[in-house]
Each structure stands twice: as C-alpha cells, then as structure tokens.
C-alpha cells in the first residue's frame, strides 16, 4: 500500500490537545503529535506539519514511535473496532506505508488496542498490545512473534542497550504488575517491591539503564536500579502519575500527574540506600 505525504494544518492548532509525542534531538523531528485518527509530524525546518493520514475515523491513535535513521514513524491503534486495531509504518522518505495487524488478540473497544510501540536497532517493531501481549513485527516482511503472554500487554518500555523491557501485566482487579522481561531469552523477572499500578504507562529506564522510576497510584515515584529491590521514594505529588521522563544525560527526572501538576527531580544515586524507602 502506498500513501502519499499531505502538508497542512495549522500549528497552533495541532498542539492545542496533542494525545501523546515523541521528541528527536537530531534538528529534524521535533515532535509527532496525534489527533484522534491521524499522526502529524513536525520538523524544526518547516512551518506546516506532516499529516500522515490511513487510520479509519472509528479509531483513536494511542501512541507513535519515530526512527530516525530510516525515517520511519509508526503509529498504533488504542481503541477502535477489532478489524481497525492496526499499526501503520510510513516512510518518510518514499511516502509508503506498511499495515501491520490485527494481530490475534485483537477485539472492539480496548482489547487488543496498543499500549507501547517501540522501534529497536536490529529493525523490528516491539508492540505491547492488550490480550495480546509483547510482539515483536519484523518490517520486512509484516511477520511477527509473540515474547509474552496476552496479559502483559499494557504498558512497555525498552532499556537502552535493548536486553530488558519493564512490561506491564493486566490483573483480574484492573490493577497492573511491573515485570522486567529479557528480551533474548523471554526470562520474565518479578518486581515484588514495586505495586500494583493503575496507569501502566509511568515507568521508564534511565539513559544509561541503570536505574528505572515508575509513579504510582498515590502520587509516590520509586527511583531505583533495575531489580528495583530497595527503591528510593520521591514524595510530593497527591494523585496518580499518568508520566514522566528523564533528562538526557540522566541527572533529572519529570514526573506529571493526573491534575496536570509536573514536578523535576534530581535522581538519587540508586547504588546507595534511600533516604526514603517502602
């Protein structure tokens, strides 16, 4: 399938209520920011976004990943229709676009619907997809391999240097589990001081993959090494954390909650015991 690149919109409009982006310090890619249905990429050298359109108005785009080598971006269905739960690659370069899904799990409303994209080094497409689990897509083709179980698919992220992933495992209550999945051998490691979470997407790796935060239900941030066995705890927040990030070079951490309160930490050196602990 081929589609074509269209420009336009209005920038001021776009970014009134972007529903989740990615942020590329190379001075090409600033951002992909995401209506309902479409993916708009922006670059720091033109003034007109990128709409990259293919998604079916009964959707809605949860998230988007960009690979700056080979100018691809992805972006993947949240919730829709069981026949639109897809993931849509386009070419920056050439304009196409490859279609993967739906994948087996793949049911109406949220099931199925995507909780993490992830682009790796070796070309392939890491998914996290609810009732479906953790897949990885090879590009070349459109094939793909389930890593994990349909339960652990609510939520991922990818260390740095591309051995572990931190998943999030749905739970009979609704609550999601933390688990540390090798991404070679599929050896899924517990995290028994971490708990159960409400939103799955508040964790993360350091740049560096030596420690990991996750924010909790209660506004509390964990910071720790990756086995997360004695966490420090950030206190300041009083509601869920729903995101955050670390700063490039690893020194800070942004944490966002779900009044909209964001709050910058220094990260504590997880080597040594917390001040703080669970």
């Known amino acids: 399938e081929s589609l074509p690149l269209v420009k336009g919109g209005?920038?001021?409009?776009?970014?009134?209520?972007p529903g989740v982006a990615v942020a590329e310090g190379n001075g090409t890619i600033v951002s992909a920011a995401v209506r309902p249905n479409q993916v708009f990429v922006l670059r720091l050298n033109d003034s007109e976004p990128i709409r990259l359109d293919g998604f079916?108005?009964?959707?809605?785009?949860?998230?988007?990943?960009?690979?700056?080598?080979k100018q691809l971006v992805a972006g993947s269905v949240f919730t829709g229709?069981?026949?639109?739960?897809?993931?849509?690659?386009?070419?920056?370069?050439?304009?196409?676009?490859?279609?993967?899904?739906?994948?087996?799990?793949?049911?109406?409303?949220?099931?199925?619907?995507?909780?993490?994209?992830?682009?790796?080094?070796?070309?392939?497409?890491?998914?996290?997809?609810?009732?479906?689990?953790?897949?990885?897509?090879e590009l070349?083709?459109?094939?793909?391999?389930?890593?994990?179980?349909?339960?652990?698919?609510?939520?991922?992220?990818?260390?740095?240097?591309?051995?572990?992933?931190?998943?999030?495992?749905?739970?009979?209550?609704?609550s999601k589990k933390l688990v540390l999945l090798d991404l070679e051998s599929r050896e899924v490691f517990p995290l028994p001081r971490v708990p159960l979470l409400e939103?799955?997407?508040?964790?993360?790796?350091?740049?560096?993959?030596?420690?990991?935060?996750?924010?909790?239900?209660?506004?509390?941030?964990?910071?720790g090494n990756p086995s997360m066995d004695d966490p420090h705890v950030l206190f300041g927040h009083d509601a869920v954390i729903y995101s955050l990030a670390f700063s490039p070079d690893g020194r800070l951490l942004a944490t966002a909650d779900q009044t909209g309160e964001i709050r910058v930490w220094p990260v504590p050196d997880v080597s040594k015991p917390p001040f703080h602990a669970l």
């Open 10 to 17: 209005e920038r001021t409009n776009l970014l009134e209520k």
């Open 56 to 69: 079916d108005d009964s959707v809605v785009i949860g998230f988007v990943a960009y690979e700056p080598n």
């Open 81 to 137: 229709p069981a026949e639109h739960k897809v993931i849509k690659v386009w070419d920056l370069d050439d304009g196409t676009v490859l279609v993967l899904g739906p994948s087996d799990g793949a049911g109406d409303s949220f099931i199925g619907g995507y909780w993490g994209l992830e682009f790796l080094e070796d070309g392939s497409l890491l998914t996290a997809a609810r009732m479906d689990g953790i897949r990885r897509w």
């Open 140 to 174: 070349e083709d459109g094939s793909s391999e389930v890593l994990l179980g349909g339960e652990c698919g609510d939520g991922l992220a990818v260390a740095p240097d591309e051995r572990l992933a931190l998943v999030a495992c749905l739970q009979q209550d609704g």
């Open 199 to 223: 939103d799955g997407k508040a964790f993360g790796f350091s740049p560096r993959g030596d420690a990991i935060a996750v924010g909790t239900n209660d506004g509390r941030i964990l910071v």
